[in-house]
T-cell receptor
């Protein structure tokens, strides 16, 4: 079946502009995560959705970053007034989601969106 | 705060060698630990997921172990091949109730023919 997809694959923008990054998770996966990966580093958590709601947004660096998942499937990460320091690969992952006290399920990642802010 | 460390940062081995990649974490109250592979310019491919109640998982030439009490996990690769060349990332899941992963910085493996 189809995996996690992300669009666009590459985005080049100018400092101060607004960008939207899209994630389409695996069908049936209720949990969706956004991560950010800088060059030579491991991914860093940004935000977690369970269904339509943001259950944990503790990783968002500041209020320029916002994400939505209005119908519990596709998610959009929105960045306002972009800065050069926002340049990174933005990764989306999905999983089946929690099952009571059972450990969380395996996360499957998309190919990422490479954002470059000039 | 959970911290995940991977040593070494880079490793080069001749083809056919067995090797071990190391991952350590500071908070033993994890739900699971996941190993990933990342090829240059690509996303992450899940290799193995070990639940907190498990000691190890195997898939083909890969074997991952988990020792929560010592805060360690290892990824064993048997009979390495040039196609195994990639960056390997470990990530701890949990210690909160969101399932978010905390990643190490990765070990970049080169297998020489």
């Amino acid at each position: 079946g189809a995996g996690v997809s992300q669009t666009p694959s590459n985005k080049v923008t100018e400092k101060g502009k607004y960008v939207e990054l899209r994630c389409d998770p695996i069908s049936g996966h209720t949990a969706l995560y956004w991560y950010r990966q800088s060059l030579g580093q491991g991914p860093e958590f940004l935000i977690y959705f369970q269904g339509t709601g943001a259950a944990d947004d503790s990783g968002l660096p500041n209020d320029r970053f916002f994400a939505v998942r209005p119908e519990g499937s596709v998610s959009t990460l929105k960045i306002q007034r972009t800065e050069r320091g926002d340049s990174a690969v933005y990764l989306c992952a999905s999983s089946l989601g929690p099952r009571g006290r059972v450990s969380y399920n395996e996360q499957f990642f998309g190919p990422g969106t490479r954002l470059t802010v000039l | 705060k959970q911290e995940v460390t991977q040593i070494p940062a880079a490793l080069s081995v001749p083809e056919g060698e067995n090797l071990v990649l190391n991952c350590s974490f500071t908070d033993s109250a994890i739900y699971n630990l996941q190993w990933f592979r990342q090829d240059p310019g690509k996303g992450l491919t899940s290799l193995l997921l070990i639940q907190s109640s498990q000691r190890e998982q195997t898939s083909g030439r890969l074997n991952a172990s988990l020792d929560k009490s010592s805060g360690r996990s290892t990824l064993y690769i048997a009979a390495s091949q040039p196609g195994d060349s990639a960056t390997y990332l470990c990530a701890s899941g949990g210690s909160s109730n969101t399932g978010k992963l905390i990643f190490g910085q990765g070990t970049t493996l080169q297998v020489k023919p």
